[in-house]
């Protein structure tokens, strides 16, 4: 490792990741252990979509079951839009992504010594290997214990990725033939201040942005912050219009994020519109499927009537079902409703769709890497195509790990190159100014026209007002960030203003419906598939 002459607020590693998730945790534990590596993230180790993940790991394992059937079925759902080769290398690499996380510990559900495999919706053969109802929880829990004994991996709590370091924007001597990235700087919340952190090698594992709408599945951290540094720093984006809606998030002013399962739906829970409006069921009317139609069909017919009768919310009813069956069945939803006052054995549950998973993100090749030397996005911050118009359940997981060791061999084949000192954090552009109340309200506005205007059912009109909307807060909160004290809500709201702008200008870019993007407008779908591609050198930055 090259020594790096550092100031105070500056700290030198051999790879720097930013995120804890699935992506972060076994990108760091697949490098090897004489390398010293430092994990960013935002508040503790746990954080992350990762946890939260209940259903599982899609991976050809049983018999009968083929890599062209997991692609086949990868394909279907995508819409035409996957890459053939990323989903080729995703489904060929999967069965060692699994055999991996056995290794490190991770104690999946078994059937007579197997692998208990799960089937999905979308998936032709049971290939969904999990640890009961939370995989993602047994995942990172394992994983983070092997991370806490390394000895060669020191977590950042609370930092805060603010900007990477460029070559040519923050060496104080460049002397590298081409644009790279040197690190990142981060905000430590707990010293409240602004330090550099320098690798010659950078892994943006930040997850997604379904924070970027009013309703979302996932935890506070998915403010799609890498997708908007690595944008900033010049990397090409892609597919950002696909974002995934959840069609049942609870609908209840202290239930953040809380997911009823689609298997309600399957044991018979029927959509119903308010009892103002007779609670009348309203799916039978959308799709012959009724409420077992795929998810986005529900979603978008949840929205229709959502929009149709200037609605809050609708209801899902399994109080058809016994107390006992409720019991085995559902005991975590019949629980969390419970304690929110609603008895599920008898009355229906208040229901939204909710903005659940990014397809789209910072484009990468098979190797991972982003366009910036020196820089690689792994998991949901990433666009690696496998997910084209729509994720398949139980893929996302997956390409966090076949991707991260990806990066991991394409890191490992490299000569770092020497590197140099950079600038500290510019400091004189704070001043004393307290203005949380203006943020929290941008915050809000920003989410809420996101919802209104570019949620599950988009139109011309709505997406041109939207993009009027984002340009202006666009520009009140570059004001912002030029003058204020940095927090954490700030630094995350300018990230979400530039992914709102990037999903906007991705959905006007797309002229069709297709896979999760639908559109009333262009309710067709074209001949021929094609991803869209957002280059920053092609518009210049405000
Ligand atoms: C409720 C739910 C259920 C799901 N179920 C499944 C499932 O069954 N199967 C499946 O395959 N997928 C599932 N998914 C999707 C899957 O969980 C995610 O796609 C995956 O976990 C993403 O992993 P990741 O490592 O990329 O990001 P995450 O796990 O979201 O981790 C992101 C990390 O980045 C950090 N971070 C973000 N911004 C910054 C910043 N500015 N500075 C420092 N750190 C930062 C965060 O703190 C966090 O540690 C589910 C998602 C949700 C929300």
């Given at each position: 490792m090259n020594p790096i002459p550092t100031s105070a607020t500056t700290h030198a590693f051999d790879v720097l990741i930013v995120g804890s998730g699935l992506a972060g945790l076994a990108t760091a534990l697949l490098l090897p252990s004489h390398l010293r590596i430092a994990i960013l993230t935002k508040r503790t180790i746990e954080d992350g979509s990762s946890g939260w993940a209940q259903g599982g790991i899609a991976a050809v394992l049983a018999d009968g079951d083929s890599f062209q059937a997991h692609i086949d079925d990868t394909l279907v759902a995508g819409a035409g839009l996957c890459d053939l080769a990323a989903t080729r290398y995703t489904v060929e690499n999967a069965p060692a992504a699994i055999d991996w996380l056995r290794q490190m510990g991770t104690r999946f559900t078994l059937h007579e010594g197997e692998l208990h495999l799960t089937r999905e919706g979308g998936h032709s053969h049971r290939r969904i290997v999990h640890a009961a109802d939370a995989t993602g929880a047994a995942v990172q829990q394992t994983l983070i214990e092997r991370v806490r004994a390394a000895p060669n991996v020191q977590v950042f709590q609370s930092h805060n990725l603010v900007d990477l370091i460029l070559s040519d924007r923050h060496a104080l001597a460049p002397t590298w033939p081409s644009r790279r990235c040197l690190g990142a700087y981060a905000f430590d919340e707990s010293a409240d201040e602004v330090q550099a952190f320098v690798a010659p090698h950078t892994v943006l594992c930040t997850g997604g942005a379904g924070k970027v709408y009013l309703y979302t599945s996932n935890p506070d951290t998915a403010t799609g912050d890498g997708i908007a540094a690595a944008w900033r720093a010049g990397c090409r984006v892609a597919n950002m219009e696909f974002i995934q809606f959840h069609p049942t998030c609870l609908y209840h002013p202290k239930a953040k994020s809380f997911l009823i399962s689609e298997a309600v739906r399957g044991e018979g829970g029927r959509l119903l519109l308010p009892a103002a409006l007779g609670s009348r069921r309203f799916m039978p009317e959308h799709d012959p499927r009724a409420e077992l139609a795929p998810r986005d069909v529900v979603?978008?017919?949840?929205?229709?009537?959502?929009?149709?009768?200037?609605?809050?919310?609708?209801?899902?009813?399994?109080?058809?079902?016994?107390?006992?069956?409720?019991?085995?069945h559902f005991p975590t939803i019949l629980a969390r409703c419970a304690e929110l006052g609603i008895d599920i054995t008898r009355e229906p549950i208040p229901v939204v769709p909710a903005a659940h998973y990014t397809c789209g993100g910072v484009l990468t090749d098979?190797?991972?890497?982003a366009d910036l030397s020196g820089l690689y996005a792994v998991g949901e911050a990433s666009c690696t195509g496998l997910h084209g118009a729509n994720r398949l359940a139980s893929n996302s997981l997956l390409e966090c790990v076949v991707f991260a060791r990806a990066a991991v061999a394409d890191i490992v084949a490299q000569t770092p190159p020497a590197l140099a000192p950079v600038r500290p954090w510019d400091t004189s552009r704070v001043s004393d100014a307290d203005e949380q109340v203006v943020i929290a309200h941008n915050w809000d506005e920003l989410r809420r026209f996101m919802w209104d205007y570019v949620g599950i059912v988009?139109?011309?009109?709505?997406?041109?007002?939207?993009?009027?909307?984002i340009a202006l807060l666009r520009a009140e909160i570059q004001e912002f960030y030029r003058s204020f004290h940095l927090t954490r809500d700030l630094?995350?709201?300018?990230?979400?203003?530039?992914?709102?702008?990037l999903i906007v200008r991705s959905a006007q870019a797309r002229?069709?419906?297709?896979?999760?993007?639908?559109?009333?407008?262009?309710?067709?779908?074209?001949?021929?598939?094609?991803?869209t591609v957002l280059d920053p050198a092609a518009r210049p930055r405000v």
């Open positions: 979603a978008r017919a949840i929205d229709f009537e959502m929009k149709k009768h200037g609605l809050d919310c609708v209801y899902l009813d399994i109080s058809h079902q016994s107390p006992a069956f409720l019991q085995q098979l190797r991972a890497r988009r139109t011309d009109k709505r997406l041109e007002r939207a993009a009027h909307r630094l995350e709201l300018r990230n979400l203003v530039e992914v709102a702008d002229h069709e419906s297709r896979g999760l993007h639908y559109s009333l407008d262009h309710p067709h779908t074209l001949a021929e598939a094609r991803p």
